[in-house]
């Protein structure tokens, strides 16, 4: 019987003015996780807000990652219960989360 592996991971790719890779790096686990917005913040890093499968309390949860100006990881945040309509995302300045 063959496994099959299903794999979704966040990639952040940012670039400076002459389009050039300034950094790559790659969040998530070993599910399904998605971004769904990502904002600069006052500290030159960046958040991110999505969706995940990988961390969390089951189902999907709202997974929200705070970077530095590098695009290292600084925190991570999940929200959400053990069902599967978890959802955030950034507006303005504001963290959504409808579950």
């Known amino acids: 019987m063959k496994k099959i592996l299903l794999l979704s991971i966040i990639v ?3 670039l400076n003015v002459n389009a ?3 950094f790559q ?3 998530g686990g070993l599910a399904m996780d998605e971004a ?3 904002r600069q913040t006052t ?3 960046y958040i991110i807000a999505g ?3 990988s961390y969390g309390s089951g189902g999907s949860d709202v997974l929200v990652i705070k970077t530095d100006a590098k695009g290292d990881t600084t925190w991570t945040k999940t929200f959400g219960g053990d069902t599967d ?3 955030g995302f950034l507006y303005n300045k504001l963290l959504i ?3």
């Open 12 to 14: 952040i790719t940012k």
């Open 20 to 22: 050039q890779t300034t």
């Open 25 to 27: 790096k790659a969040y």
């Open 36 to 38: 769904k917005s990502v």
């Open 43 to 45: 500290d030159g890093g």
């Open 51 to 53: 969706t995940t499968t």
């Open 85 to 87: 309509n978890e959802y």
């Open 97 to 99: 989360v409808d579950t």
